[in-house]
């Protein structure tokens, strides 16, 4: 990837464009079946793009409550963006179409047209959570029939497609602008991935520009998402076998409760069952130990990439149970 970085062909992609990032944004385009893509700096600004352009003319925004969309980024797209927003309560990330419908009802209610209904897969908060190709057809079917552009977060898109085994194209089919990071799973440094369709990318081209997206010789990190995209995504076989791994050891542990329904991918959140955990005490005992957690007192999660292996995976469990003996009164 380093290599891949530091031979990159350039130009002025604000001018006359720069050849490895419109390859990256050509192969991200063909994976996700979309008409084109547009390379910004961050998957927040790829969703609030995304957010700019589809509530132009309509305001609404109807997405999954505790989706990164909402939570997250929700003040920078209320700030930013003006649209009003429906959330709709999701199990594991999915949401029923009958509280879709509700959220565009409460729309209407308001006299609000929803110009966006959001999905996100995997689903962040709900534990790296994946919807399949029959539950993602259901909701872009949903949010079409009722006059809204659809956007999908799928700024984990290929551990979803991974771990379904469904092409992401098959994924996103049907949505009018779908965005991944190549800076997550995929390894690369910076960036992710707006596509859509032939006016969504018009259209986002120029908010790019006013977010201040628009880079110039960016192929020296572009070149990364490249590698990313054709070496990493078989990798992820593993790192969702390591984090089922971690989740089963961690659980045998008193310290934590986790509900293994949601350990479909690359994360393991967990919630704390005992009251004396001290965050920044776990956070320095892992530390020097060779383990980067961020923790608080209530939930928090574990992610796998590829630099962890089984054997990591073994020694973190080794030494919060360490910590669980050494560290904490029983309960
Ligand atoms: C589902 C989801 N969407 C968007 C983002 C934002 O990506 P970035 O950190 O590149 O802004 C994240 C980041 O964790 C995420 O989990």
């Not at 799973?185 to 081209?205: E, I, M, W």
């Not at 991918?265 to 919630?271: H, Q």
């Not at 928090?300 to 910590?323: A, C, G, N, W, Y």
Request: aromatic letters at 6%; one cysteine or more; a neutral charge.
């Amino acid at each position: 990837m380093l290599r891949a970085m530091a031979e990159a062909e350039v130009g002025d992609d604000q001018r006359e464009g720069d050849p490895t990032t419109r390859k990256l944004e050509a192969t991200a385009a063909e994976l996700l079946g979309m008409d084109g893509g547009l390379y910004v700096p961050s998957g927040t600004m790829a969703n609030l793009i995304a957010v700019l352009v589809h509530t132009r003319d309509r305001r609404g925004l109807v997405l999954e409550a505790s989706s990164h969309m909402a939570t997250v980024e929700a003040q920078g797209i209320a700030t930013l963006t003006q649209a009003r927003t429906y959330p709709v309560r999701g199990a594991f990330g999915v949401m029923a179409s009958d509280d879709v419908q509700a959220a565009f009802d409460r729309a209407a209610a308001d006299g609000i047209s929803v110009g966006l209904f959001c999905v996100e897969n995997t689903h962040n908060s709900a534990g790296g959570t994946l919807l399949t190709e029959s539950e993602m057809k259901r909701l872009i079917s949903l949010g079409r029939d009722r006059g809204a552009a659809v956007h999908v977060d799928g700024a984990r898109i290929f551990n979803a497609s991974v771990a379904l085994g469904t092409p992401a194209a098959r994924l996103v089919e049907g949505a009018d602008s779908a965005m991944f990071c190549i800076s997550k799973g995929l390894g690369a440094p910076v960036g992710s991935v707006l596509c859509g369709r032939a006016y969504f990318v018009a259209a986002a081209k120029q908010a790019r520009m006013w977010c201040g997206g628009a880079m110039r010789q960016s192929g020296v990190i572009a070149a990364a998402g490249i590698v990313g995209l054709k070496d990493y995504p078989e990798r992820f076989v593993t790192d969702h076998a390591n984090a089922r791994r971690l989740a089963e050891g961690l659980s045998k542990l008193p310290l934590f409760e986790i509900d293994m329904r949601s350990v479909q991918t690359n994360m393991v959140y967990v919630r704390v069952a005992n009251p004396e955990f001290d965050p920044t005490q776990f956070e320095r005992y892992c530390y020097e130990r060779g383990i980067r957690v961020r923790a608080n007192k209530e939930r928090f999660r574990f992610v796998l990439h590829h630099q962890i292996s089984s054997k990591d995976v073994d020694k973190t469990v080794e030494v919060i149970e360490q910590f669980t003996r050494s560290c904490l009164p029983p309960l």
